[in-house]
C-alpha cells in the first residue's frame, strides 16, 4: 500500500502560524484527508498529540483499527507527554531519544523518511515542526507529492506561497478532499481494505 505522510498540528499561542491559523478549516482538512485515505493508501504521521486522537477516531470510523493503514513514529524524548491514545495503534514505531529535544526531534524526522517511501505528503495548518518536515521532504524524497494546504493557515500555508505553490482558487479552496484526491490521484470510489466483519463507516 502506497504510503502518505501527514504533517499537522494546531498551532499553539506566541509560536509560529499560530496567526494565521482557522482551527475549523484545519480539523475540516484533516478529517477530509483522513476520510479520503484511510484504507486507500497507508499513511504515516509524527503522533502530534492534537492529531493523534483525531486518527484514532477515523481508524475507528472504518473498523481500520488493526490494519496496517497507519504508523505512529514517536520520540522516546517524550515518553511522559506520549497521549494515552498511543498504545491503541498496532504500528507504534519508538525513535530513541536525542540529548535534547532538538536532537530527538531531528533523529525522529531522519527516521520517518529514511524508513518510509512516499508517494505524497499533506501538510495542514502546524508550527515550525511542519516547515522541518516539509524541508525533510523535499531534501529526501524529491519526487514525492507535496500538498500544503493554504486556507487553514498557520505555516503550511505559509509554505504554499513561499515555495511557489499559488492558493488554490477561491471556489476549491475548501474543498478538500478535491484537493486531496486529484493530487494524490485517489479515487473516492476506491475500495478500502478493511476487515472482512466490517459493516461500514459509523456515519
Same mark, same amino acid.
Given at each position: 500500500?502506497?504510503?502518505?505522510?501527514? %504533517?499537522?498540528?494546531?498551532?499553539?499561542?506566541?509560536?509560529?502560524?499560530?496567526?494565521?491559523?482557522? !482551527?475549523?478549516?484545519?480539523?475540516?482538512?484533516?478529517?477530509?484527508?483522513?476520510?479520503?485515505?484511510? #484504507?486507500?493508501?497507508?499513511?504515516?504521521?509524527? #503522533?502530534?498529540?492534537?492529531?493523534? !486522537?483525531?486518527?484514532?477516531?477515523?481508524?475507528? @470510523?472504518? =473498523?481500520?483499527?488493526?490494519?496496517?493503514?497507519?504508523?505512529?513514529?514517536?520520540?522516546?524524548?517524550?515518553?511522559?507527554?506520549?497521549?494515552?491514545? @498511543?498504545?491503541?495503534?498496532?504500528?507504534?514505531?519508538?525513535?530513541?531519544?536525542?540529548?535534547?529535544?532538538?536532537?530527538?526531534?531531528?533523529?525522529?524526522?531522519?527516521?520517518?523518511?529514511?524508513?518510509?517511501?512516499?508517494?505524497?505528503?499533506?501538510?495542514?495548518?502546524?508550527?515550525? =515542526?511542519?516547515?522541518?518536515?516539509?524541508?525533510?521532504?523535499?531534501?529526501?524524497? !524529491?519526487?514525492?507529492?507535496?500538498?500544503?494546504?493554504? %486556507?487553514? #493557515?498557520?505555516?503550511?500555508?505559509?509554505?504554499?506561497?513561499?515555495? =511557489?505553490?499559488?492558493?488554490?482558487?477561491?471556489?476549491?479552496?475548501?474543498?478538500?478532499?478535491?484537493?486531496?484526491?486529484?493530487?494524490?490521484?485517489?479515487?473516492?470510489?476506491?475500495?478500502?481494505?478493511?476487515?472482512?466483519? @466490517?459493516? #461500514?463507516?459509523?456515519?
Amino acid at each position: 500500500m502506497d504510503a502518505i505522510f501527514l %504533517s499537522a498540528s494546531m498551532p499553539e499561542p506566541n509560536r509560529p502560524g499560530f496567526d494565521t491559523a482557522d !482551527p475549523l478549516l484545519i480539523h475540516a482538512a484533516i478529517r477530509s484527508f483522513l476520510t479520503l485515505a484511510l #484504507g486507500r493508501r497507508r499513511i504515516v504521521f509524527g #503522533g502530534h498529540p492534537s492529531i493523534t !486522537p483525531m486518527v484514532l477516531a477515523a481508524c475507528e @470510523n472504518f =473498523g481500520l483499527e488493526y490494519l496496517d493503514c497507519v504508523s505512529i513514529y514517536q520520540s522516546k524524548y517524550f515518553t511522559k507527554e506520549f497521549p494515552k491514545y @498511543n498504545d491503541q495503534f498496532v504500528n507504534l514505531n519508538l525513535v530513541d531519544a536525542g540529548k535534547t529535544k532538538e536532537e530527538s526531534l531531528r533523529k525522529l524526522r531522519e527516521t520517518i523518511f529514511n524508513e518510509n517511501d512516499f508517494v505524497g505528503a499533506v501538510f495542514i495548518g502546524g508550527m515550525e =515542526g511542519v516547515e522541518a518536515e516539509y524541508n525533510y521532504l523535499r531534501q529526501l524524497q !524529491p519526487e514525492a507529492i507535496s500538498i500544503p494546504i493554504f %486556507s487553514a #493557515g498557520g505555516v503550511a500555508a505559509q509554505l504554499a506561497v513561499r515555495n =511557489g505553490k499559488d492558493p488554490e482558487p477561491e471556489d476549491l479552496a475548501n474543498d478538500f478532499t478535491t484537493i486531496f484526491a486529484t493530487k494524490l490521484e485517489i479515487d473516492i470510489a476506491e475500495q478500502r481494505h478493511v476487515p472482512k466483519q @466490517n459493516t #461500514g463507516p459509523r456515519i
